[in-house]
Nanobody, 122 residues
Framework: QVQLDESGGGLVQAGDSLRLSCAAS????????MGWFRQAPGKEREIVAR????????YYADSVKCRFTISRDNAKNTVYLQMNRLKPEDTAVYYC???????????????WGQGTQVTVSS
């Protein structure tokens, strides 16, 4: 089973940038489609971005399109979320998720990290 460990969260000001990392262990990441999700206080968890195992296909929620970039380095077993021009409404716990190839289309990710807090002050 793959284990996921997110890092890179923190407290920033509006307009700043952060890069989240999701390091995988236990399995080779190239076998997995990956996603970044977030959950703000009092709100449901929502998809932020996802990427196929090859890195060739990506999806972004409308709220982050053109500001966030998902990428992966399978050689390093790591997935990234580059977040630019952060807004206070981006404040949430960000989770990394993994699923077998094809999960990009099904949306059901069985493996989750513990999350990393991102707080954006105005």
């Amino acid at each position: 089973q793959v284990q996921l460990d997110e890092s890179g969260g923190g407290l920033v000001q509006a307009g700043d940038s952060l890069r989240l990392s999701c390091a995988a262990s236990g399995r080779t990441l190239s076998n997995y489609d990956m996603g970044w999700f977030r959950q703000a206080p009092g709100k449901e968890r929502e998809i932020v971005a996802r990427i196929t195992w090859s890195g060739l296909t990506t999806y972004y929620a409308d709220s982050v399109k053109c500001r966030f970039t998902i990428s992966r380095d399978n050689a390093k077993n790591t997935v990234y979320l580059q977040m630019n021009r952060l807004k206070p409404e981006d404040t949430a716990v960000y989770y990394c998720a993994a699923g077998p190839r094809g999960t990009y289309y099904s949306g059901t990710y069985p493996h989750w990290g513990q999350g990393t807090q991102v707080t954006v002050s105005s």
